[in-house]
Nanobody, 128 residues
């Protein structure tokens, strides 16, 4: 069983920065891709960013490209989402997730259904 615990959410002013963390336990973390998604009440959960097991490849939604950075520290079994130049439309509950397979396409990494384990989410609110 895998447990993912997000932290770092809170209130941030537009134009500011915030770093989210996701601590994992219960599985060989370094073998699997990880992702960040976000969801606004009443809307579907959407892809934000993903990272390959060895951190050699990263992928971003167009809406956050150039502003957000995903990274991971396999020794600390933690994945991060550095959010810079945040905008009010970045307000959402942010979830980290893990893909429990080593064979997955880049396109699949951007879909909710590809992920097997999810954290409980952390709220990020951007004030204008």
């Amino acid at each position: 069983q895998v447990q993912l615990i997000e932290s770092g959410g809170g209130l941030v002013q537009a134009g500011g920065s915030r770093r989210l963390s996701c601590a994992a336990s219960g599985r060989t973390f370094s073998s699997y891709a990880m992702g960040w998604f976000r969801q606004v009440l009443g809307k579907e959960r959407e892809f934000v960013a993903a990272i390959s097991p060895r951190a050699g490849n990263t992928y971003y939604a167009d809406s956050v490209k150039g502003r957000f950075t995903i990274s991971r520290d396999n020794a600390k079994i933690t994945v991060y989402l550095q959010m810079n130049s945040v905008k009010p439309e970045d307000t959402a509950v942010y979830y980290c997730a893990l893909v429990a397979t080593t064979r997955i396409t880049t396109q699949a990494l951007k879909t909710v259904r590809a992920y097997d384990y999810w954290g409980q989410g952390t709220q990020v609110t951007v004030s204008s």
